[in-house]
């Protein structure tokens, strides 16, 4: 819940801050110098591709949950209880030791996004985030 809040908390600032990064761009092509409207221009530019990016990143994140709250109804997901380190994360060399069975089932199953999500976690357990990342968006993509 905690991460819920947080996240949205995070969303109205960027809404906030696009806000008046829309309104000082209006306000500078509005001074008519052309340096004034190619400023201007491009803050109304960076907040599209900021909004772009914050749709993308939730979109990603809300069909993750759904595959995983999916797969925890299922029973399909990694029951492994990884060594922690103190500061509450799963130790790397554990998630590293279990990390081939996930990858030879991926590789295995190629169209089973189950397959996929569990790898996702798994490169997540291991600290690869981009790796983590990829393999989740595949499963996604093969559970439509």
């Known amino acids: 819940m905690r991460v819920r809040i947080a996240v ?3 969303a109205a600032l960027l809404a906030l801050y696009l806000a008046f990064a829309i309104r000082y761009g209006f306000l500078l092509i509005g001074v008519g110098e052309p340096i004034g ?3 201007g221009i491009a803050l109304l530019v960076f ?3 900021a909004a772009g990016v914050l749709v993308a990143e939730f979109l990603f994140t809300v069909r993750a949950d759904r595959l995983g709250r999916r797969l925890h109804a299922e029973g399909g997901l990694p ?3 990884l060594a922690l380190r103190p500061s509450g994360r799963i130790d790397r060399a554990a998630a590293d030791a279990v990390f081939p069975t996930y990858r030879r089932d991926a590789e295995e199953n ?3 996004w ?3 999500y569990r790898l996702g976690l798994a490169y997540d357990a291991s600290g690869d985030r ?3 990342r990829w393999a989740t968006r595949q499963a996604i993509r093969l559970s439509r």
């Open 110 to 112: 190629p169209e089973d």
């Open 114 to 116: 189950r397959a996929w």
């Open 37 to 39: 409207i190619a400023l």
């Open 47 to 49: 907040p599209v591709i």
């Open 130 to 132: 981009r790796r983590a």
């Open 79 to 81: 029951d492994e209880q």
């Open 8 to 10: 949205a908390v995070m």
